[in-house]
């Protein structure tokens, strides 16, 4: 089994920043993707940022293109995405997933049918 962990939410005023973690444990497995995906009260899933380990590439959703950046560890082991300028709508259950699929022109990594591993979520609050 793979296991996905999140930490580093809490609650933050707006135009704050904070910083989440992202890593895994269990079984070894052939890691192609972590991507960073969001659910607001009432909202569907949202697609936040993803790191493709093949290419080194970065996403990042449309309403956070500037804002957030991802970086990892020296050992590669955790990923962290980095929100600076936060927002009230950037408030949010934040969930980090793990993929062992190749990302395809049909299934890209801001897809969250692409992952195969979900953690359980950590809470961003944004008050203003």
């Known amino acids: 089994q793979v296991q996905v962990a999140e930490t580093g939410g809490g609650a933050v005023q707006a135009g704050g920043s904070l910083t989440l973690a992202c890593t895994t444990s269990?079984?070894?497995?052939?890691?192609?993707?972590m991507g960073w995906f969001r659910r607001a009260p009432g909202k569907e899933r949202e697609f936040v940022a993803a790191y493709r380990y093949t290419d080194g590439i970065s996403h990042f959703g449309d309403a956070v293109k500037g804002r957030f950046a991802l970086s990892r560890d020296s050992a590669d082991k955790t990923l962290f995405l980095q929100m600076n300028t936060l927002r009230r709508e950037d408030a949010a259950v934040y969930y980090c997933a793990a993929s062992e699929r190749e990302p395809a022109w049909y299934l890209t990594a801001t897809n969250s049918r692409l992952y195969n591993y979900w953690g359980q979520g950590t809470q961003v609050t944004v008050s203003s």
């Open positions: 269990g079984r070894t497995f052939r890691r192609t993707v």
